[in-house]
């Protein structure tokens, strides 16, 4: 990444940087579009799953609707609408986006290297969408079906369930591609001196 021992400025690694954003963000956000019908789906059946881990009778049910929302179902509940709760699945996980920029831009990296860094990312990114989805269809039950939602869940699950989906919603979100990022290339970022 930077060239080590004081052999350049860092200023030159952070345009080639701006530079690999640049060159990377159109197939990115080509390949976030064409993926995201499957990936969609894939979610909602993984967020299903692993909410009726923890119920019995299962009575979950998400079903993807016009592509990009999970409308949220309970089998034991009927609403007018035919369901109890819309969640946008694609708001979820546009911080592919980030993810895919952030990682395949990095310069002086070995695109070996870059691809197994990335590769191991997506892993953890995967298992974070799944866990924020489970996350909206917990804030639903617990806050967002009136009558039924009090007579479930008391005050202090009401507040943990609500906190925890809107911190991994808003500012985990959009941390998590810069905290992952930062992990894997953590040490080429800081300045090296090799007189230590």
């Not at 060239?3 to 159109?26: D, I, K, N, S």
């Not at 990936?39 to 993984?46: E, K, Q």
């Not at 909410?51 to 034991?76: C, I, M, Q, Y």
Request: aromatic content about 16%; hydrophobic content about 50%; glycine content about 8%.
């Amino acid at each position: 990444m930077k060239p080590r021992g004081g052999a350049g400025p860092e200023r030159p690694w952070a345009g080639r940087f701006v530079r690999g954003l640049l060159v990377w963000a159109v197939p990115v956000i080509l390949a976030w579009v064409l993926l995201t019908p499957f990936y969609n789906r894939f979610l909602t059946v993984s967020a299903e799953r692993l909410v009726r881990l923890g119920e019995s009778p299962d009575a979950t049910g998400l079903a993807l609707s016009e592509r990009h929302f999970a409308l949220l179902t309970r089998s034991d509940l009927s609403a007018a609408r035919g369901y109890l709760y819309r969640i946008r699945v694609t708001d979820i996980h546009f911080n592919w986006l980030m993810l895919g920029a952030f990682f395949l831009a990095v310069p002086g990296i070995a695109p070996r290297r870059k691809a197994g860094n990335l590769g191991k990312a997506a892993l953890a990114t995967v298992f974070f969408h799944i866990v924020s989805l489970f996350l909206f269809v917990k804030f639903a039950y617990a806050t967002q079906l009136g009558s039924w939602s009090l007579a479930q869940y008391g005050p202090v699950a009401r507040e943990v369930w609500g906190m925890a989906k809107h911190v991994f919603d808003l500012p985990l979100k959009f941390a998590w591609p810069f905290l992952l990022w930062a992990g894997f290339y953590f040490r080429e970022l800081l300045p090296s001196d090799r007189s230590r």
